[in-house]
């Protein structure tokens, strides 16, 4: 792959949505999406400080589109809200704050990233990043691995295990991971099924192979490998699906976060990969986002928790365990599996499930 590859090169916008005659304008402008496997009513979750107000109409899809299992969600400096999940139609849709649907990608992706049908689009997706680096934005995807099926129906070559870095269009800039060939812009490395990418201020590179090795990498700004730590256990510096990662800067110096997920636990590490502590009491921690002096963090056991800048705990929003997945639309006021989240600079509380509806929903701040 070179870096003239686009991993979306077809992206449809507003007036492509009103050209295809699915929807009127007011329909566009108003609401008038799609609301299948969205809740019917507001409700508010929380408690003191940490309150929101649940949006119900906020990300729907026109009618013919429909979101898969939620994989990830970020917002970047305008406040535009990238959400992306295992569906090609769309693999990613951008909204604007309020919920107004700027443009999709679809499954069209170039022809060099190897992938030839639908199939192989929805069985890789799964994680997002965005960075800013000297003043420009980026995002990080990362890929699981999958098995292709020949025609006799067996198992064949797997793909996937690929982090890409591309710009805010999709422009692929670097991959790591399973390449078939080493090049300035594409490295081997030993991923077997990645999960997330963080980012410090110094440009450092996290990776932590989470469905897979459970290492997590450490590379310089250029991509030069300057450690891995872990491996499968429950000891200090060991992980049970370390499923996401992220560089915490709420206090003086930075710190390495990961969601030990079926350790049910956090990990801090320091920037050189080195243990410190452990924050424990968690159900199935899957990755974090920070905004406001606050750490959030989307538990797949059925709730967000909310931590100060000294790991303690300020809120838990929405527990809806016991809740089958099939009825979490009767409880607008709790989660069933929330997979990814991200906050926008107003405070609004974007969060995504893995339910194959996507489920993903706004929460504006209560003051």
């Not at 992306?84 to 990613?92: A, D, H, K, L, Q």
């Not at 995807?141 to 098995?147: I, K, L, Q």
């Amino acid at each position: 792959m070179n870096s003239n590859d686009y991993l979306f090169p077809v992206r449809r916008t507003r007036r492509d949505f009103l050209a295809m005659g699915a929807l009127g304008l007011a329909g566009l402008a108003g609401g008038g999406l799609s609301a299948a496997g969205q809740d019917a009513d507001g409700a508010t979750i929380g408690a003191g400080s940490a309150r929101f107000k649940l949006d119900p109409t906020w990300g729907k899809l026109p009618e013919g589109m429909k979101y898969g299992l939620g994989c990830a969600i970020v917002v970047d400096k305008q406040d535009r809200v990238i959400v992306t999940s295992r569906s090609t139609s769309p693999c990613v849709a951008i909204f604007d704050r309020d919920g107004k649907l700027l443009e999709t990608w679809g499954k069209e992706f170039a022809s060099a990233v190897g992938y030839g049908s639908e199939a192989e689009v929805q069985a890789t997706a799964h994680g997002l990043y965005l960075a800013e680096e000297n003043g420009t934005e980026y995002l990080y995807w990362t890929e699981n691995v999958a098995r292709a099926k020949g025609a006799d129906g067996k198992v064949g070559k797997a793909y996937g295990a690929r982090v890409y870095k591309t710009d805010l269009k999709g422009k692929v800039l670097y991959t790591l991971g399973m390449v078939e060939k080493e090049s300035d812009t594409a490295q081997k490395l030993d991923l077997t099924n990645p999960t997330d990418v963080a980012v410090a201020p110094n440009g450092d590179i996290y990776i932590v192979d989470g469905y897979g090795s459970q290492k997590v990498h450490r590379f310089s700004r250029d991509f030069k490998k300057l450690k891995t730590i872990g491996g499968r256990g429950k000891d200090h510096g060991q992980f049970n699906t370390c499923h996401g990662i992220w560089v915490n800067t709420l206090r003086k110096e930075p710190e390495i976060y990961i969601a030990d997920r079926a350790n049910n636990r956090l990990e801090v590490y320091s920037p050189e990969l080195e243990y410190k502590r452990t924050v424990p009491d968690f159900r199935l921690p899957c990755c974090f986002y920070q905004q406001g002096g606050r750490l959030y963090v989307p538990e797949l056991g059925a709730r967000v928790s909310v931590l100060d800048d000294q790991d303690k705990l300020v809120a838990r929003l929405g527990d809806g365990q016991g809740i089958a997945d099939a009825e979490i639309n009767q409880h607008p006021g709790k989660f069933a599996k929330p997979h990814a989240l991200t906050v926008d600079s107003k405070g609004n509380l974007f969060v995504l499930e893995w339910l194959p509806w996507g489920r993903v929903r706004k929460f504006s701040p209560v003051a």
